[in-house]
């Protein structure tokens, strides 16, 4: 059974900071890892994919890598602002099942 | 439509009613996913439509939890005599097709609240 875990559970920064937030899944067998936003009382919202084929992604100032070998996975946030403030989740999917795995997510606060 | 869109955005009811949330996912859209989120136990999958048809229901907590799509498109989550526990934020989700390369776009939820 595929388990995601997601460190630190929450993160406060100052504004300008450069972060990691970090991923981990006990099945390497995963098809796709996906990072997620989540604002206080909203859904989710999709930042990144990454299939299993590829190393990162790229969009503006996030990065995501994904590393199967170590069953770990980053996201890299350049240059942080108070409005990165909001949950970040990972989710997995495992071999070609489109079911999501969640992490409980990092709390993130980036603080003016 | 732009997005996912779900009703209501919040429902306070007694324990032992019956509720029913709708989700009505993106235009064009051929899978639908619900998930439950709740304070201890994150996000978990429920239920998966392809179509009409769910071909997983593996997620469902109990038989109180029915859920149906019509016209492959508005789908209607149900819960019967409701518990406690069934406190929890509810979301759906759809993508354009049921594999896993696809990216799942999701509503705001409805929150869930039984006194």
């Known amino acids: 059974k595929q388990e995601v875990t997601q460190i630190p559970a929450a993160l406060s920064v100052p504004e300008g900071e450069n972060l990691v937030l970090n991923c981990s899944f006990t099945d390497s067998a995963i098809y796709n890892l996906q990072w997620f936003r989540q604002d206080p009382g909203k859904g989710l919202t999709s930042l990144l994919l990454i299939q299993s084929s590829q190393r990162e992604q790229t969009s503006g100032r996030l990065n995501a890598s994904l590393d199967k070998s170590s069953g770990r996975s980053t996201l890299y946030i350049a240059a942080s602002q108070p409005g990165d403030s909001a949950t970040y989740l990972c989710?997995?999917?495992?071999?070609?099942?489109?079911?999501?795995?969640f992490g409980k997510g990092t709390l993130l606060t980036v603080n003016p | 439509g732009a997005g996912v869109s779900q009703s209501p955005s919040n429902k306070v009811t007694e324990k032992g009613k019956d509720v029913e949330l709708r989700c009505d996912p993106i235009?064009?859209?051929?899978?639908l996913y619900w998930y439950r989120q709740s304070l201890g136990q994150g996000l978990e999958f429920l239920i998966y439509?392809?179509?009409?048809?769910?071909?997983?229901k593996s997620g469902l907590p109990s038989d109180r939890f029915s859920a149906e799509r019509t016209g492959g498109s508005v789908s209607t989550l149900t819960i019967q005599r409701t518990q406690q526990e069934d406190s929890a934020v509810y979301l759906c989700a759809s993508s354009l097709y049921s594999v896993a390369g696809q990216p799942q776009h999701f509503g705001d939820g409805t929150r869930l609240s039984i006194l």
């Open positions: 439509f392809q179509g009409n048809s769910a071909p997983d």
């Open positions: 235009s064009g859209h051929t899978a």
């Open positions: 989710a997995a999917n495992r071999g070609s099942n489109y079911k999501l795995t």
